[in-house]
């Protein structure tokens, strides 16, 4: 839930706070655990930040102590009113979008064996899918708890998959839907299991389930240079869009 402070609480940021001016929501909350560095993005509601909505959040976070922002990956039309507010870009993104023909996905998107090892998360899990992913991912970009929470609310309704050997995950996906557009929000296999399989089974899951949905596509965004990541979504059936997405950071001193 959001929260609004009555009062300045730093030094940096302790819990998850949506300030709002003229109508305008932003969602702020601590990044991977760190109290000193932000998370910044749109918020769930609203219109679209402006500048004056973005420059006025990091002046509050920099009052608190807050050193240090992140976007999450956004258009760049969304990114402008961050850059003009003293954000830099920071990494570059592919966005890729699959797009529904029922004529092709009733035998594409059908069970494979691998499928039979996925289950929905559960809280037990939530350990061996954060060691997972620290595994998978650069520190930067590694989930902590508040991340994965943050992921599986990102959108009104969402899809929480483990991949079992045994009773232990060695890989997971959550996925997102909002109207009629999907979202892979997260996917991550252990490193010692990749090539068997798995991922694309995670992503047939996916796909299988915004398709039952009412979904006529689905998005996922993967880094620049994650090749691994990249092949395996093209060879899925998505395809690169023409713009892709800017993760950007201030820093209090920019």
Not at 57 to 85: I, K, Y
Not at 109 to 134: N, S
Not at 137 to 163: C, G, M
Request: hydrophobic fraction near 40%.
């Amino acid at each position: 839930m959001d929260h609004a402070p009555t009062t300045p609480l730093g030094p940096g940021l302790h819990r998850s706070w949506a300030p709002a001016h003229g109508g305008s929501r932003l969602r702020v909350v601590p990044w991977q655990g760190d109290r000193y560095t932000a998370l910044v993005g749109p918020g769930r509601m609203g219109r679209a930040p402006t500048t004056l909505d973005v420059q006025r959040c990091v002046d509050a976070l920099a009052r608190r102590g807050v050193e240090a922002a992140v976007t999450p990956a956004l258009s760049p039309l969304d990114a402008r009113a961050f850059a003009t507010a003293g954000f830099q870009v920071l990494e570059h993104l592919h966005l890729l979008a699959y797009r529904f023909d029922a004529r092709r996905d009733h035998a594409f998107l059908q069970p494979d064996p691998v499928t039979r090892t996925l289950r929905t998360g559960r809280p037990w899990h939530r350990r061996a899918v954060l060691d997972i992913d620290r595994r998978a991912f650069e520190p930067f970009w590694q989930f902590d708890t508040n991340s994965l929470s943050e992921a599986r609310k990102a959108t009104p309704t969402s899809r929480y998959r483990v991949s079992l050997d045994g009773r232990s995950p060695v890989g997971y996906a959550v996925t997102g839907r909002a109207g009629d557009r999907g979202y892979l929000q997260r996917l991550a296999v252990d490193p010692q299991r990749q090539g068997a399989g798995l991922g694309r089974a995670l992503v047939h899951d996916c796909l299988r389930w915004l398709n039952d949905r009412g979904a006529n596509q689905a998005m996922v965004n993967t880094q620049e240079r994650n090749a691994r990541a990249l092949a395996l979504y093209e060879h899925l059936g998505f395809k690169q869009q023409a713009e892709g997405l800017l993760v950007l950071r201030w820093t209090a001193s920019s």
